[in-house]
């Protein structure tokens, strides 16, 4: 088989199917209890495992996922054979804590790209000068041309935080392609210092809304009469570990909170979601929080958790493997394990099932025929395959 045949077959040409198998609404303990007594509706089969993994996309029209690995490597497996190959190319990450490589996106409409290449887009935590460091958002050429490696052509940064500040923590830097597949949003975590989420004019603790090359995207309503960094698109929030579109192309985030308050919000433009004036939770030394409703200037979530489902990110379910999961956003859980089920409606929602599982579950991503892949949290971290029993 030539390369170029064999480029197609394995990677950049649809793939076949898988061979291989307003009112916010707070999480309690008793609807939890419920769905842990549920049986499971899915079998689990497990697919090797990864060094620290963080985040993992499908290459658009394959069945490669690409998956990255928090201390600054890359690896692919096509689930469809098993077969595994590593990815060069990458940007030097400054590693510890939170920080380390992080998210990966494609763009939707590449998916018949020239075979080889597309574009790809990656978060990283980036020193700065002293002590200091921040996320970063790049933007290379992927090239697929062996069987068992890829390289990322052309690696630039094209946008970052700013400030940059000391800490590893709360760098968020998901990233989510808007559905007309012509700008992005990335979240961008307030970095454990609190009150920049407040200040229009720092990036930490938002949301920016930017076009493909990092630029601003023309459409941020606090952008006008200079009331914000030209970027921001919502602000107020605190450590956001999940972003995605669901079917009618509202854009959501599912949060951390402090001790306690971690929260599902429907995003709106120009809106304050609250941190650090309010949260559901409480600080870690036990010091009160004043709660959502009592300041109903800023946007409440439309569902948090007491206690805390520590989340990694999630997805809004749009395949039929899963009809009772429809359009339902599935969360990955780290504490308690598991996967956490919630059904929105309008700015509320609600939790309708949880499935524990052994290990801290950090991503979740729905494969081309609509099967669900999990990667457990830390060192070893698995890759997991769930289908109908």
């Not at 998956?67 to 510890?96: A, I, N």
């Not at 992927?142 to 390289?151: F, G, H, N, Y």
């Not at 300041?295 to 948090?304: Q, T, V």
Request: hydrophobic share 40%.
């Amino acid at each position: 088989m030539t390369m170029t045949k064999f480029l197609a077959a394995f990677l950049f040409t649809a793939a076949l199917p898988l061979a291989s198998c307003g009112a916010q609404t707070v999480g309690d303990s008793a609807a939890t209890a419920a769905s842990d007594a549920a049986e499971r509706p899915f079998a689990v089969t497990a697919h090797g495992s990864f060094n620290e993994p963080w985040a993992a996309a499908f290459a658009p029209g394959t069945s490669v996922l690409f998956v990255t690995e928090k201390p600054g490597t890359m690896q692919f497996v096509d689930v469809s054979t098993g077969k595994r190959g590593t990815v060069s190319g990458l940007p030097t990450v400054d590693y510890g804590g939170q920080g380390g490589l992080g998210d990966v996106a494609f763009l939707p409409g590449e998916s018949a790209a020239t075979v080889g290449q597309r574009t790809i887009y990656l978060t990283w935590a980036k020193a700065g000068p002293g002590d200091t460091r921040g996320a970063a958002l790049g933007k290379g050429t992927l090239v697929c041309d062996k069987p068992e490696s890829c390289r990322i052509d052309g690696l630039k940064v094209i946008w970052e935080q700013k400030p940059k500040v000391t800490g590893r923590g709360h760098y968020s830097h998901r990233i989510a392609i808007a559905p007309n597949g012509q700008t992005m949003f990335v979240a961008s975590g307030e970095r454990q210092k609190g009150e920049p989420a407040q200040d229009p004019q720092s990036d930490l603790g938002k949301i920016v809304h930017l076009n493909l090359d990092g630029t601003p995207a023309a459409v941020n309503p606090l952008a006008e009469d200079n009331v914000a960094r030209p970027e921001i698109w919502s602000l107020g929030h605190r450590n956001i570990l999940g972003l995605q579109f669901d079917a009618s192309g509202q854009l959501w985030d599912l949060e951390h909170g402090p001790a306690g308050g971690d929260e599902l919000n429907r995003v709106v433009a120009g809106k304050n979601y609250g941190w650090p004036v309010v949260s559901n939770g409480d600080h870690y030394n036990g010091t009160p929080i004043p709660r959502h409703d009592t300041r109903p200037e800023f946007a409440a979530p439309a569902i948090s958790w007491n206690p805390v489902i520590a989340p990694g990110d999630f997805i809004f379910y749009s395949g039929d493997l899963f009809p009772q999961w429809k359009g339902a956003a599935v969360i990955a859980a780290m504490k308690p394990a598991g996967l956490v089920v919630v059904q929105t409606e309008g700015d509320t929602a609600k939790e309708v099932a949880r499935y524990p599982f052994d290990k801290r579950i950090r991503e979740v991503v729905q494969g081309p025929d609509g099967a669900i892949w999990l990667l457990e949290d830390k060192a070893g971290g698995r890759l997991l395959e769930l289908r109908p029993r």
